[in-house]
């Protein structure tokens, strides 16, 4: 029961992180916008020519999905402008889809070597792995060290409960 709770509580660290600290959301929102935007623009261009496969509004999405998700399904626009506007949005859509991917996954696992927090951990990791060689002195000062670091922690935590 209690692995289930940390996967849990993991997954929602994962997907704030990714909501809060990678451009994931701004782009996904820019992509939609721009998908109802130019499938709009499709649509319109389609009316009323003979021949086209693009008879409705949902028709035009669905073309939308298929255009920018390079899946090479949807049947091509007729006419001369839905062809234009069909043409940049496979580039523009497909650029920001593939690019939010590979922003995201670059930034998620970039960013813990970004945090200053890190260095400050990992040094301690290295100096306790070091214990063995340190003198008397050098155990008593990191010993007041250590008491100073954790009445720190213990004054953040009061002052967080009160603001909370």
Do not use: C
């Amino acid at each position: 029961m209690m692995r289930r709770i940390g996967r849990h509580t993991r997954f929602k660290r994962f997907l704030k992180d990714v909501s809060v600290h990678t451009p994931f959301t701004k782009m996904v929102l820019l992509l939609i916008i721009l998908w109802l935007t130019f499938s709009a623009g499709i649509y319109l261009a389609e009316q009323g020519i003979d021949d086209t496969s693009i008879d409705s509004y949902g028709d035009a999405l669905y073309w939308g999905i298929a255009a920018f998700s390079t899946a090479g399904i949807a049947d091509a626009p007729v006419s001369g402008i839905s062809q234009i506007i069909g043409g940049l949005w496979i580039v523009l859509g497909s650029v920001l889809f593939f690019g939010t991917i590979v922003a995201t996954v670059t930034t998620y696992f970039m960013r813990p070597m970004q945090r200053p927090h890190k260095k400050i951990i990992d040094t301690v990791e290295y100096n306790l792995e070091q214990l063995e060689d340190l003198t008397v002195d050098e155990l008593d000062l990191l010993k007041e060290t250590v008491d100073t670091l954790i009445g720190h922690v213990e004054r953040l935590k009061i002052k967080r409960s009160k603001s909370e």
